[in-house]
């Protein structure tokens, strides 16, 4: 009988020893909003307690490494941090802080962290964890897939994404037309160019979960989840749903190239309301915060001078049609195009009334010269400089024509500099010549082969007007 109890006690004994916790063991406490196994609040056990995670830093990256320790298979599952205490908050004094993962690690505690000695008071920013898996024996949807919801139109409205065998919404919360971009070609729409909403379409009551916030894209991936994000905070209300706007592919054969920008309805070359080509087809930009930094970029796009532009606002050049791209436009100034500026895509409450334009300063190439004559002929001419055997050759371009002297701009442009700077050589040497020949004469000295300049060299310079 005592060796029966022995045995007993050993086996018992085991078993506690197997259940024990050790340090960096994960659990997920399942109390507010938490339905499922596989989400609740992330604890690890440090210091002989379990201990909360913070938010501060708590990603997509360190949610990957937790559900791998807690033995979900990487693959299966969509990881998801929570923020805010979503799932409710814990208590003592200690917490974990500023993990740093790569979301290849095996265990948590692997990766850099910080612990918080005084975290008492800082449980409302408790991190939660959901190790979504990506299919169900019963799919209302697929975990990743999205939609937009409008009651009007299907290329505009909320974007709803699935997660764990439900829809819900996205925070906007750093969503802008990056995120938008990637929802649209998600869904199989033009992908150069989206718009984020937050208004323009009207919904009812709406009581699916919000399920990511702080949704942040490079811009090229192919799905929403490829991008980093976070899930909900306690603070998330569907007030801050975002939506998209998305454009059909462009027409084929286009009518414009993605990008071109142009100024129509002005009365004189290089002023007009500024016009922007998306998807094949021309829109508008509002004059909201449109300054002199985003018209010189315009003028310099366009090929014009950057000095002084001139911006002209509520349609002074009369109301465009179609889309409105682009509102709030934050150039530098130092953009070679607009789409290379910060902007915020237009979110539905502009009008045409907002349409912007722009007045460039025009170099005219043909006034500057006083030129009246249609045609201009300018002889190839060279200039010879000949000293102690050096002799220099700048062929001047003959130009037939008034088109050609705007397409040759930068030839001219070349010649005039290297013709300046001949006759400033020209002009350095004869100046030493006088003088050596002054301080020769004075010293009664003779020399010899004094190089001197004759005016047979100048004499094919030619300019001709027909």
Known sequence: MLVLIIGWLLIINQTFLALAESVGDLRLVHERKANASYEGRIEVYYDNSWVAINDKQWSKNDAMVACRQLG????????????????????????????????NETLLLSCPYTVDQGYTYKHYADGGLRCVPKSFNQST??????????????????VDVCIGNEWGTISRTNFDHTEARVICRQLGYYDEFAQNRDRGFELGLNTSPVLLSRVSCIGTESRILDCNYNG???????????GAFCFDKPPSPENCQFGKIRLVNGTKEGEGRVELCIAG??????????GTNDAKVVCRQLGYSTENPIVYKNAHFGKGSG?????????SGTEEKVLNCGY???VGADTHDEDVGVKCQVTNVTSMMDITSSTLTVASTKVLMTTNAMTIVRPMPTIRSTEQVDSNDDLIRNWLIAAGATVIALVALTTLTIIAAHYIVKKRRIYSGIAQFSSRDFDENQVILQ
Not at 281 to 290: A, M, P, Q, V
Not at 323 to 331: A, F, G, P, T
């Open 72 to 103: 979900y298979e990487t693959g299966k599952i969509v990881p998801i941090a929570t923020r805010g205490g979503y799932y409710g908050v814990g208590n003592g004094s200690i917490g974990i802080t500023d993990l740093d993962c790569t979301g």
């Open 141 to 158: 949807c697929e975990t990743g897939d999205v939609r937009l919801v409008n009651e009007s139109t299907s290329n505009l409205g909320r």
């Open 232 to 242: 909900p905070s306690s603070a998330d209300r569907h007030n801050k749903d975002t």
């Open 281 to 290: 087809l021309w829109g508008t930009i509002t004059d909201d915060s449109f």
């Open 323 to 331: 889309y409105i791209y682009l509102d709030n436009l934050k150039c």
């Open 344 to 346: 915020v895509t237009t």
